[in-house]
């Protein structure tokens, strides 16, 4: 090996040293990962090298596919060498130093500076290449990338600090080496025995064979992996454990798969899938540009990572492979798109997580309820993204409700119906911005001492989601804000009539009201609602709710204003002292105040909140001896 330019000594991106300090310092625990890591890498350069020689047989140079991993225990070193695609000088500047994986940054920025959470987003976020410096004090690559002269290899070499060298070196070999020297508490890695049993443990999955010699230096290479594509092997042979290492391999994700499923598909159109569901969500599943899809291959061939089209977004959380035997194998990403069969493949493939999901809900609920904490307010999304599975989706919804005891467990529709009262004919929700708020909300309290039950949603897109499930069998899904409740059937006859003559005796109080409110609200009408609270606000039946304007216009749309109903309470001490004053200042002041407080009740902003400080103060010091204290101020 001969140098053939100057040493150029380079600088790690500020990203790169940051994630490097973080690893050597937070990862001491479950050190042997960095085996798997450069065995996964090894593995990938492969599959490129096979995909490239699809389109350029002589790229293959007669060398097969391989992984060696040689060690020398005296020197301290360990090296994973891999026939693979290889790497240019360049290549080797930039992916090994200077330019941060997608989302570096953002998973840096998600860092607590709490140890114990961060090294756990550390893992998740998956340490690859810089995994080396957890055992190694000095890297050095050696590199050749396929197709090139024997004199373009390159040298790379770090001490995992702030720089690393580059020179082009003479290298025969295509392919990748990894030499690390060892650091002196990890000289135990370079151990056949122990060599052996981490590949077994992580890396037996690999489709390519991992080689090792049993003493290192001298003698023959054996195989060390079963070096099948483990997808390939039928389900019955294959343990859990096999596929929970396979799901590490393919996910970067160091936790166990919630579920999985393996399905093999023939006849018209033959492929294979395995699927999984993580336990964890990753820290960009919000990040609607992070990389997604399953990793795609044709007859065994790798082709693609990420291929999106195989998944909808709102199952965007979905690791896999799919291998096809139909397409072909020069596919791109733009074939994909417009491709029929894809297509086909997409929604069998759809259903086929949705199933998992439906078993894991029936099997196994409280595993369920951890991936609904997870990942719910993703599949949500479904209800809106993919209307032809709604049918399917919606019994995968949870929800808090208000009869949900202490500990707050989760509801499903279907357990929402069992619990509908005789007359009952909607299912009730009411949209706030926390529990507390949505527990509390006026709008519920008719329905609680009727002892109906309420959903409480709170996620910013319910209100959006629900409008997209409209009903669930057969029952229609009604805002407790809106409209109607159609409570006939609910009440006994002698309430209602009490309460309509109730109502027909505050209709003078009614216009009063309306008269000082004028254009703020659409009207005022006494309420079938209410229990405790004065007042609430009540909009149409097809009206936008304050929930989903907020998300609307954060999104930038532009929606016409609309007033909704001020709702009161006849029987409330505050709507008597309304009715026993006259026209004037303090009857106004007051009926205002009915009006503020209902929007501050559902959490909503007053157009004038110093006008209201001065109005509610005129009135607690003018009150004087009045009797009426207002309710929740
Ligand atoms: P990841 O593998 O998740 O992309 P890594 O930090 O492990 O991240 O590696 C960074 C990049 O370096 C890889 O994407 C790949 O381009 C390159 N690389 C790493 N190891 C090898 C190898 N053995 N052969 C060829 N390229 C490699």
Same mark, same amino acid.
């Given at each position: 090996?001969?140098?053939?330019?100057?040493?150029?000594?380079?600088?790690?991106?500020?990203?790169? @040293?940051?994630?490097?300090?973080?690893?050597?310092?937070?990862?001491?625990?479950?050190?042997?990962?960095?085996?798997?890591?450069?065995?996964?890498?090894?593995?990938?350069?492969?599959?490129?090298?096979?995909?490239?020689?699809?389109?350029?047989?002589?790229?293959?140079?007669?060398?097969?596919?391989?992984?060696?991993?040689?060690?020398?225990?005296?020197?301290?070193?360990?090296?994973?060498?891999?026939?693979?695609?290889?790497?240019?000088?360049?290549?080797?500047?930039?992916?090994?130093?200077?330019?941060?994986?997608?989302?570096?940054?953002?998973?840096?920025?998600?860092?607590?500076?709490?140890?114990?959470?961060?090294?756990?987003?550390?893992?998740?976020?998956?340490?690859?290449?810089?995994?080396?410096?957890i055992v190694a004090d000095r890297v050095?690559?050696?590199?050749?990338?396929?197709?090139?002269?024997?004199?373009?290899? +390159?040298?790379? +070499?770090?001490?995992?600090?702030?720089?690393?060298?580059?020179?082009?070196?003479?290298?025969?070999?295509?392919?990748?080496?990894?030499?690390?020297?060892? @650091?002196? &508490?990890?000289?135990?890695?370079?151990?056949a025995f122990r060599l052996r049993q981490?590949?077994?443990?992580?890396?037996?999955?690999?489709?390519?064979? +991992?080689?090792?010699?049993?003493?290192?230096?001298?003698?023959?290479?054996?195989?060390?992996?079963?070096?099948?594509?483990?997808? *390939?092997?039928?389900? /019955?042979?294959?343990?859990?454990?096999?596929?929970?290492?396979?799901?590490?391999?393919?996910?970067?994700?160091?936790? &166990?798969?919630?579920?999985?499923?393996?399905?093999?598909?023939?006849?018209?159109?033959?492929?294979?899938?395995?699927?999984?569901?993580?336990?964890?969500?990753?820290?960009?599943?919000?990040?609607?540009? #992070?990389?997604?899809?399953? @990793?795609?291959?044709?007859?065994? =061939?790798?082709?693609?990572?990420?291929?999106? /089209?195989?998944?909808?977004?709102?199952?965007?959380?979905?690791?896999?492979?799919?291998?096809?035997? %139909?397409?072909?194998?020069?596919?791109?990403?733009? !074939?994909?798109?417009?491709?029929?069969?894809?297509?086909?493949?997409?929604?069998?493939? *759809?259903?086929?997580?949705?199933?998992?999901?439906?078993?894991v809900a029936g099997d196994d609920p409280?595993?369920?309820?951890?991936?609904?904490?997870?990942?719910?307010?993703?599949? @949500?999304?479904?209800?809106?993204?993919?209307?032809?599975?709604?049918?399917?989706?919606?019994?995968?919804?949870?929800?808090? *409700?208000?009869? #949900?005891?202490?500990?707050?467990?989760?509801?499903?529709?279907? %357990?929402?119906?069992?619990?509908?009262?005789?007359?009952?004919?909607?299912?009730?929700?009411?949209?706030?911005?926390? !529990?507390?708020?949505?527990?509390?909300?006026?709008?519920?309290?008719?329905?609680?001492? !009727?002892?109906?039950?309420?959903?409480?949603? *709170?996620?910013?897109?319910?209100?959006?989601?629900?409008?997209?499930?409209?009903?669930? &069998?057969?029952?229609?899904?009604? %805002?407790?804000?809106?409209?109607?409740?159609?409570?006939? %059937?609910?009440?006994?006859?002698?309430?209602?009539?009490?309460?309509?003559?109730?109502?027909?005796?505050?209709?003078?109080?009614?216009?009063?009201?309306?008269?000082?409110?004028?254009?703020? =609200?659409?009207? =005022?009408?006494?309420?079938?609602?209410?229990?405790?609270?004065?007042?609430?606000?009540?909009?149409?039946?097809?009206?936008?709710?304050?929930?989903?304007?907020?998300?609307? $216009?954060?999104?930038? /749309?532009?929606?016409?204003?609309?007033?909704?109903?001020?709702?009161?309470?006849?029987?409330?001490?505050?709507?008597?002292?309304? $009715?026993?004053?006259?026209?004037?200042?303090?009857?106004?002041?007051?009926?205002?105040?009915?009006?503020?407080?209902?929007? !501050?009740?559902?959490?909503?902003?007053?157009?004038?909140?110093?006008?209201?400080?001065?109005?509610?103060?005129?009135?607690?010091?003018?009150?004087?001896?009045?009797?009426? +204290?207002?309710?929740?101020?």
């Amino acid at each position: 090996m001969t140098t053939t330019t100057a040493t150029e000594t380079l600088g790690f991106q500020a990203e790169i @040293k940051q994630l490097l300090k973080l690893m050597i310092h937070s990862l001491y625990s479950n050190r042997e990962i960095f085996l798997r890591e450069l065995i996964s890498n090894a593995s990938d350069a492969c599959d490129k090298l096979r995909f490239a020689s699809l389109a350029d047989p002589a790229l293959a140079e007669g060398e097969p596919l391989e992984i060696r991993i040689d060690f020398d225990s005296a020197a301290r070193t360990l090296t994973v060498t891999d026939t693979g695609i290889g790497m240019t000088r360049d290549e080797a500047i930039a992916n090994l130093g200077t330019i941060a994986r997608s989302g570096t940054a953002e998973f840096l920025s998600s860092l607590t500076g709490d140890a114990q959470r961060d090294s756990q987003l550390i893992g998740q976020f998956g340490v690859g290449f810089y995994s080396s410096f957890i055992v190694a004090d000095r890297v050095e690559v050696l590199s050749r990338k396929a197709g090139a002269p024997a004199g373009e290899g +390159v040298r790379w +070499v770090s001490e995992g600090s702030g720089e690393f060298t580059v020179e082009t070196v003479e290298r025969p070999a295509r392919g990748t080496s990894i030499v690390l020297h060892l @650091k002196e &508490d990890a000289a135990a890695f370079a151990d056949a025995f122990r060599l052996r049993q981490l590949v077994r443990t992580y890396s037996d999955h690999i489709a390519f064979p +991992v080689l090792l010699r049993p003493d290192g230096g001298k003698g023959d290479y054996d195989r060390a992996n079963q070096a099948q594509a483990l997808w *390939t092997r039928p389900r /019955q042979d294959l343990s859990d454990d096999e596929y929970r290492a396979f799901y590490r391999h393919i996910s970067h994700d160091p936790g &166990d798969p919630l579920t999985w499923g393996h399905h093999r598909v023939e006849g018209r159109r033959e492929y294979t899938t395995l699927l999984y569901v993580p336990s964890r969500a990753p820290f960009d599943l919000y990040n609607r540009e #992070a990389p997604r899809g399953l @990793k795609l291959y044709v007859r065994r =061939v790798f082709i693609l990572d990420d291929a999106e /089209q195989f998944l909808p977004l709102y199952l965007r959380f979905v690791k896999g492979i799919v291998d096809s035997a %139909d397409l072909p194998l020069n596919v791109s990403r733009e !074939l994909l798109q417009e491709d029929r069969e894809v297509e086909a493949m997409r929604s069998a493939i *759809t259903r086929k997580v949705l199933d998992m999901l439906t078993t894991v809900a029936g099997d196994d609920p409280e595993k369920y309820r951890g991936f609904w904490s997870e990942f719910g307010s993703v599949l @949500k999304e479904g209800l809106a993204e993919d209307p032809g599975n709604r049918e399917r989706i919606a019994p995968l919804l949870r929800f808090t *409700t208000s009869l #949900a005891g202490e500990a707050g467990e989760m509801q499903s529709l279907a %357990d929402y119906v069992l619990r509908m009262k005789p007359g009952q004919k909607a299912i009730y929700f009411v949209v706030a911005d926390s !529990l507390e708020a949505a527990r509390g909300s006026p709008h519920l309290e008719q329905l609680r001492s !009727l002892g109906v039950e309420a959903l409480l949603l *709170t996620d910013r897109i319910d209100e959006w989601m629900v409008a997209h499930l409209g009903e669930f &069998d057969g029952k229609s899904l009604k %805002d407790v804000a809106k409209g109607s409740l159609d409570l006939d %059937d609910l009440i006994p006859a002698g309430e209602r009539k009490a309460s309509a003559l109730g109502a027909a005796a505050i209709e003078p109080l009614l216009g009063r009201i309306g008269a000082v409110l004028g254009k703020h =609200v659409a009207g =005022v009408r006494a309420s079938e609602r209410l229990a405790d609270s004065a007042a609430c606000l009540v909009r149409e039946e097809h009206d936008v709710g304050p929930q989903l304007r907020k998300l609307l $216009e954060s999104a930038g /749309q532009v929606l016409p204003p609309s007033a909704a109903w001020l709702e009161v309470n006849p029987s409330h001490a505050l709507v008597k002292e309304l $009715e026993s004053l006259p026209d004037g200042d303090r009857f106004s002041d007051l009926a205002q105040l009915l009006y503020e407080q209902a929007i !501050l009740a559902e959490g909503g902003a007053l157009a004038d909140p110093p006008a209201f400080v001065r109005r509610l103060n005129r009135l607690l010091v003018g009150s004087g001896g009045s009797s009426i +204290v207002l309710p929740g101020l």
